[in-house]
């Protein structure tokens, strides 16, 4: 390149050192990458929290449940990632089944009550959301109100009712559906719901809407009717939660997982954020916060506002069995994506 | 401006003959259609990849998921988009233009800057305004709305452009052989505007296919809504790829059918002497009722916004300008802004000196690889390249390396337009004298062509900025860790119906593209020689 005058290089120079500086700068102060699909505000305030108390740093990238683990697979060893932090389940799965996570010791582990982690132990649940039908008290009635999930592919439910299906939130009620009902009533169950339903991208969203009076109901998780309650309650004056529970598929609770990946190079560190998590301060910023997401570690306690997680009636979902791969296969058929 | 002459170089008395000019010349074309040629291979990244991807996935599977009811009706969505949204912007932009550069509408400059100004309000950020000012906006009808709104500038300008640049004498033979007013209008000056007309249409189609906020927020769901959706559920799986090979397939059709509108046809003057500047009519008691035109529409594509981010900002008062959240972002877009203009202008470079100085077949043919790649979609763009980078280009892997490069290639088109007219105007005469005074071919060029055409450089690398500002699908699919960037941030937080903390980083956003804008204005004028 001597063809080229030094003052044109000289520029150039300056303007790819520039940009490649904020870059640099990220890399030599290394502390720990987190791939985050959580709500940002949470995950912004456990790496805070575990920041100030460690000094380790933490650096976010966002992105949906499914995206992320999906990317995470594409990166296999040369993944930058090194904790992997959830809405839910199945993306867990997805990265597990591809055998990249580390094995989490088991002082991790033993913070958090078996039925909240895959019996592998290469992840770990750290909160967990319910689903609920927010619906509008104007439109509905107690009496009205559908007795199961299933209820919704009912003709009468035409046009009443809106979920986000290109969510992970959702697609993981479906993944818990596919789990106890089978593959047959879950593909004419989606098949009804592209006929019944409205698509909304993202659950506040749909609740935005039914509080509007756009359509009737939604099935969506439980914390956004007390997360917009805590702060305007302007999204939310006009609507109510309907629990399920009996084990309906509809009183499925979700479990938000982390996870430390097999190729991480600060694997110390990785450990001690998933361990703070799941732990006494990371359970207590749950309780404390404005995620309004269920703290799950033993003896830890949720938002009292919250519905008791012993009386939402979930079904028994073993989280490692939710397919995420066959949901979006499902769902694609079903022409919902 | 005078160009210094350099000291003559003084050769060592051993050294070879120096070249003939004319053979140094010649080495001049072929380097630079050397680096044309480079450029244009990177610029069938994308095609390359979807054909590839296509192959990998195998027939059966590919058919699958093309030809199944989710996509019949993406197509008819977007094609009912396209047919709703063009005639009325269409019709709006002559009436505008016209009534701007024609009338004796009172205030025509101001409302001609008003009707540029929507540029730089970024059409996410307009349709977040309308939500906020209508939540239960949405379907079709509200995409058609705020698209006519958001993208109408891109019309107008070149309209406004070509009707300032007409021969009146041609209307005044017309009128002569005894049409009436409204007649020479649609038989003299209407097919005048024919290129004007179509290049800005086709701007605006493929405006209409690529964009993501806009429909994300109002609940249209297009192809590249849809990709990003199957990106949001299993990354660059087979079925968003196969979306973006249809989605391919929709704007190089869309280029096809321009150039079949577009036609042949010679529109330059003939005969001797300048045309005069055409006279304005006088609309009489008329132009009162004009007026009410650019008014109605400035207050529904400014006004709106301006009220309804207006009333975020003070909803959230003070608390929403964090204010070292708002001065990363916004030093994160300004870096990526300034490196993708360069990137962008220093690619463009090669391609725009041969259109001017050795036009011809190959040359056509680079030339046409370099515009194709601007009509594709971010989504297209930046799942090529996260695919390509994380399977065969690992350490190019969410660098900001890679993210240049996507900008690169969708606003490669803009870039080169800017340089073509700049190079144009530097007399080739002065690059000859700098090569015979001892100047390298490359070197003359960048040191004498380049800083003469250096206010058209500016002008598109202004551009290329504008569009790196407000870019949103490649910039969330390729960024390295961390990255937050003010488009990216304000999308996160509408995300969370954080519409208040969203309004401050929507206002940085525009007040970054408004002067980019203004100046775009100047130029269109100065163009057409006011």
């Known amino acids: 390149m001597t063809l080229m005058p030094s003052s044109l290089m000289r520029a150039a120079a300056l303007a790819l050192i520039l940009s490649g500086a904020s870059h640099a700068v990220r890399a030599a102060d290394e502390g720990i990458t987190v791939y985050n699909a959580q709500h940002e505000s949470l995950t912004k305030a456990w790496a805070d929290g575990f920041t100030k108390e460690t000094g380790i740093r933490v650096t976010i990238r966002k992105g949906g449940d499914t995206e992320l683990a999906n990317q995470i697979v594409q990166e296999g060893a040369a993944s930058p990632a090194d904790v992997f932090v959830t809405e839910n389940s199945p993306a867990m799965v997805l990265v597990e089944k591809a055998g990249l996570f580390e094995t989490l010791p088991k002082d991790v582990l033993a913070q958090v009550p078996a039925n909240f982690q895959p019996s592998s132990g290469r992840w770990v649940g750290v909160a967990a959301r319910s689903t609920v039908f927010v619906y509008d008290t104007r439109k509905l009635k107690e009496a009205d109100l559908p007795k199961s999930l299933l209820d919704l592919a009912d003709a009468k439910w ?85 629990y399920f529970r009996n084990g309906d598929p509809g009183a499925f609770l979700s479990t938000s997982g982390a996870g430390v ?69 499902l769902m694609t058929a079903a022409g919902l994506l | 401006m005078t160009v210094q002459a350099q000291p003559l170089r003084t050769y060592p008395v051993l050294a070879a003959q120096p070249l003939p000019l004319r053979r140094v010349r010649q080495l001049a074309a072929k380097s630079l259609f050397g680096l044309a040629a480079l450029v244009s291979l990177v610029t069938l990244l994308p095609l390359g990849f979807i054909l590839w991807i296509t192959v990998q996935t195998g027939g059966e599977t590919a058919s699958a998921l093309i030809f199944r009811a989710r996509v019949g009706e993406l197509l008819v969505n977007t094609a009912l988009l396209e047919a709703l949204t063009l005639p009325p912007c269409i019709a709006l932009a002559v009436a505008l233009a016209w009534l701007t550069e024609r009338s004796d509408v009172p205030g025509a400059r101001l409302w001609s800057w008003l009707t540029v100004a929507p540029l730089a309000v970024p059409a996410f950020v307009q349709s977040y305004a309308w939500i906020g000012v209508a939540p239960g906006m949405h379907g079709l009808f509200a995409a058609v709305f705020v698209s006519v709104l958001a993208y109408l500038p891109f019309l107008y300008l070149p309209v406004a452009a070509q009707l300032r640049r007409l021969d009146p004498a041609m209307e005044d033979a017309a009128a002569s052989l005894g049409l009436t007013p409204w007649r020479v209008f649609l038989r003299v000056v209407l097919p005048q505007l024919r290129i004007a007309l179509c290049g800005g249409s086709l701007l605006i189609g493929l405006h209409l296919l690529a964009e993501y906020g806009l ?33 391919v397939v929709s704007c190089l059709g869309l280029l096809g059918l321009e150039l079949l509108i577009r036609g042949d046809a010679r529109y330059a003057r003939v005969g001797s002497g300048a045309p005069r500047p055409a006279s304005r009519r006088r609309l009489g008691r008329a132009r009162w009722v004009a007026m009410l035109l650019p008014l109605a529409l400035s207050g ?142 490359v070197g003359a060029i960048l040191s004498v062509t380049m800083r003469l055409a250096a206010p058209g450089v500016a002008a598109c690398m202004a551009l290329v900025a504008m569009g790196v500002t407000t870019e949103l699908t490649a910039t969330l699919m390729l960024a390295p860790n961390g990255t937050r960037t003010l488009a990216t941030e304000f999308w996160a937080l509408t995300n969370e119906l954080d519409y208040a903390a969203a309004a401050p980083y929507a206002a940085l956003m525009i007040a970054l593209s408004l002067p980019l804008t203004a100046l775009l204005h100047a130029q269109s004028r100065r163009v057409a020689g006011q």
């Open chain 2, 300 to 441: 529904l594509a400014l006004g709106v916004p301006a009220y309804a981010l207006g009333r975020w900002l003070i909803a959230g008062g003070s608390g929403i300008w964090q204010a070292s959240e708002l001065a990363s972002a916004f030093g994160e877009t300004l870096l990526y802004a300034a490196g993708g203009a360069l990137a962008t202008t220093l690619a463009a470079i090669p391609m725009a000196w041969l259109s001017v100085r050795a036009p011809g077949r190959l040359q056509r043919v680079l030339e046409g690889c370099h515009y194709y790649v601007g009509a594709l979609p971010g989504v297209v763009v930046a799942l090529a390249l996260v695919t390509i980078t994380v399977r065969v280009a690992l350490p190019l892997y969410q660098t900001v390396a890679t993210v240049l490069l996507a900008y690169g290639l969708m606003f490669l088109p803009r870039a080169l337009v800017g340089l073509r007219a700049g190079i144009a105007q530097v007399p080739v005469e002065l690059e000859r004298a700098a090569i015979a005074l001892g100047r390298r071919p």
């Open chain 1, 158 to 242: 035409k046009g009443h009712w809106a979920a986000s299906p290109s969510g992970a939130d959702f697609q993981a009620i479906v993944g818990a559906l596919l789990e106890l009902k089978g593959e047959k009533v879950t593909a004419e169950w989606l098949k009804a719901m592209k006929a019944n339903s409205t698509a909304y991208r993202g659950n506040s969203v749909a609740m935005k809407a039914v509080n509007a009076g756009e359509v009737d109901g939604a099935v969506i998780y439980h914390y956004y009717y007390f997360g917009d309650q805590a702060k305007t309650g302007e999204n939310s004056s006009n609507v109510r939660l309907h």
């Open chain 2, 215 to 247: 429909y994300a927020m109002i609940r249209f769901d297009t192809f590249t809504t849809a990709i990003v959706d199957q990106f949001q559920s299993s990354y660059n799986g087979p079925a968003a790829n196969m979306l973006a090979g249809v989605l």
């Open chain 1, 261 to 329: 990946l097999a190729s991480s190079k600060h694997k110390e560190q990785a450990e001690a954020f998933v361990k703070w998590m799941a732990g006494k301060h990371g359970q207590a910023v749950l309780r404390d916060g404005d995620s309004f997401e269920y703290a799950i570690a033993t003896g830890a306690e949720s938002n009292p506002k919250l519905e008791p997680i012993a009386q939402l009636h979930a079904p028994k979902v073993e989280p490692s069995k939710l397919d995420s791969k066959k949901v979006s296969e």
